[in-house]
């Protein structure tokens, strides 16, 4: 993950970033200054990584094979991934058979 950071510095500096927006008392999205983005990052989700798809596909990729990056090395053991693939959710049938999205009839 070459571009994956937690410095907002390097992220304005990079110039590579999507737009954080907000949501206006009358529900509709509005672009957010970058710098607003620094009195979150105490707070913020995801540790304040700021990264990229390309670097996320890489991420993934190395989830779902279990801790081996594209690049070929084992770069964490699948015991420390947790196993959290594997584990099913809840069961959400109910209300896929309440909405119709089973191709059945409501």
Do not use: C
């Not at 070459?2 to 509709?28: C, I, M, R």
């Amino acid at each position: 993950m070459t571009s994956t950071t937690l410095s907002l510095e390097k992220v304005e500096a990079g110039n590579n970033y999507g737009t954080p927006h907000g949501l206006d008392l009358e529900f509709q999205y509005y672009p957010v200054f970058l710098q607003r983005e620094r009195f979150l990052t105490p707070i913020s989700l995801a540790g304040a990584i700021w990264s990229n798809a390309l670097d996320l596909g890489r991420y993934l990729i190395t989830e779902l094979d279990q801790g081996i990056a594209p690049s070929g090395p084992r770069v964490v053991s699948a015991e420390n991934l947790g196993g959290y693939l594997g584990t099913p959710g809840p069961d959400i049938s109910r209300h896929f058979l309440r909405s119709g999205l089973d191709g059945g009839q409501i």
